[in-house]
């Protein structure tokens, strides 16, 4: 990851970076470090795991705030903006960012996912000293350069989320439950897992909802429907969200074009460009590159592998 020396308090502050999770928007990435504040907002292609081994965070998500403290674990949906704006001086987290190809294949209770899509953070104080172990594991059989272990350390990441499932949790914000209509089936989890699969190996190509539902084996009215109900969004909005958050990384780096960032991250034209990133960032690309780029950079990392 990218980091950068914050002017206020002289606090390092995060910054996106082609190494990190928003320039590897279809990797499956874990971490355990001392998570940094952010300045502004940023946003991810993968559902985010985190949990609290040391110390205090607090996120403020697009309408809700969350604050967890040491033992707790949360999930929620990166492709909406949102920002760690304090972490203790003696915080450590450590968890995963896990793209929909992922997570669609999960068994949760059926309304999580629709709810956590939706906007909704997961929290749960369910967790032991087992937890703090198995983190710490699981991240160093995934930098270990061992194909092997990094599929273990996967398959037991995923193990451990379903188990949320069996003991008390919370979703944030409180509000009704989500209707059966609205909620995601075995089945229709997996067609989107098959979407997502295709989606994270040609985003940055000319590809369409046809393209995409073809892929999967299924007629495109029908991948539209089950996408749209399953995820919030539209085929084409997922799509776009790889390429921004992919962009997001790319306009940080040195001498970096807009215009060939634009064409790069996949879209036809910079005016494509612009809009999509306006609608996301409230912001120009060329106006959220200048607020990231005010600090210096200083170079960490982070252990994953394609999804």
Not at 152 to 160: P, S, W
Not at 170 to 175: E, G, H, N, S
Request: include cysteine; aromatic fraction near 10%; proline fraction near 5%.
């Amino acid at each position: 990851m990218n980091w950068a020396e914050s002017k206020m308090g002289e606090r390092p502050i995060y910054q996106p970076g082609a190494s990190s999770v928003e320039g590897l928007p279809t990797a499956l990435q874990m971490f355990h470090n001392h998570p940094l504040v952010m300045a502004m907002p940023h946003w991810h292609a993968q559902v985010e795991v985190n949990y609290v081994i040391r110390g205090s965070v607090h996120y403020r998500m697009k309408d809700h705030k969350i604050r967890l403290n040491a033992g707790d674990m949360c999930l929620f949906w990166g492709g909406q903006p949102h920002r760690m704006d304090e972490s203790s001086d003696d915080s450590i987290y450590a968890g995963a960012h896990l793209p929909l190809v992922y997570f669609f294949r999960m068994r949760l209770p059926e309304s999580v996912p629709s709810r956590l899509m939706q906007g909704a953070t997961l929290v749960t104080a369910a967790t032991d000293a087992a937890d703090r172990e198995n983190f710490t594991r699981w991240y160093a059989y995934a930098r270990s350069g061992d194909p092997v272990k990094a599929e273990h350390a996967v398959n037991e990441l995923l193990l451990r989320i379903e188990r949320i499932g069996f003991e008390p949790y919370r979703l944030v914000p409180d509000c009704p439950n989500i209707s059966a209509g609205e909620q995601s089936s075995q089945q229709s989890s997996r067609a989107v897992a098959r979407m997502c699969d295709f989606i994270a190996g040609n985003f940055l190509q000319d590809i369409d909802s046809i393209d995409i539902a073809t892929s999967a084996g299924l007629h495109p009215k029908y991948a539209m429907s089950v996408f749209k109900k399953s995820t919030g969004m539209t085929l084409n909005n997922y799509v776009s969200l790889l390429r921004l958050s992919y962009a997001q990384a790319m306009l940080l780096q040195d001498r970096a074009n807009v215009l060939q960032v634009a064409m790069d991250s996949g879209f036809g034209s910079l005016s494509a460009f612009n809009k999509s990133f306006r609608n996301i960032a409230g912001m120009s690309p060329s106006d959220f590159r200048r607020d990231l780029r005010s600090g210096g950079q200083l170079t960490g990392g982070a252990a994953g592998f394609q999804g």
